[in-house]
C-alpha cells in the first residue's frame, strides 16, 4: 500500500509541476505566441506520454501484486487442508483409542459382574 501511496504522490506531484512548468514558460516565453502554442503543444504530448508511461508501470506493479497475493494465498490454503487433515487424523486416532479403552472398561466390569453372580451359586451347591 506505501508503494501505491508514494507513486500515487509522485504522479501528481509530476502533473503539477508540468503545469506549472507550461504556465510559466507562457508568461515568461520570448516568443511569438505562435511559436509558444506549439511549444504547448510538444510539452503538452510529452507529458501525456510519460503519464501514460507511469499509468503503464503502475498497472504492471498492480498486477505483480495481485499475482502474488494469489499465489500466497493459494499456499496458505494449502497449508490449512493440511493441517485440517492431520488435526482430523489424531481425533480419529483418539476417537478410536476412546472406543478401545471404554469397550476395555465394559469387558472387565461384566466380568467381575459374571465373576460375582457366580460365586454364590457355587456357594449354595
Known sequence: MSDRDEFGAFLVGFIVGG????VAALLFAPQSGEETRAVIKERSIELRDKA???AE???KRAEEAA???RQKTEALLKQARIQGEEITLKA???GKELVETTR?????ATSRKK???EAPLDAQA
Not at 503545469?19 to 507550461?22: F, Q, S, V
Not at 476395555?104 to 472387565?108: C, E, S
Request: charged share 35%.
Open 52 to 54: 501514460s508511461e507511469e
Open 67 to 69: 499475482l502474488e497475493a
Open 115 to 117: 465373576g460375582a453372580s
Open 57 to 59: 508501470i503502475a498497472l
Open 19 to 22: 503545469l506549472t512548468g507550461a
Open 104 to 108: 476395555d472398561t465394559v469387558k472387565k
Open 92 to 94: 480419529v486416532d483418539k
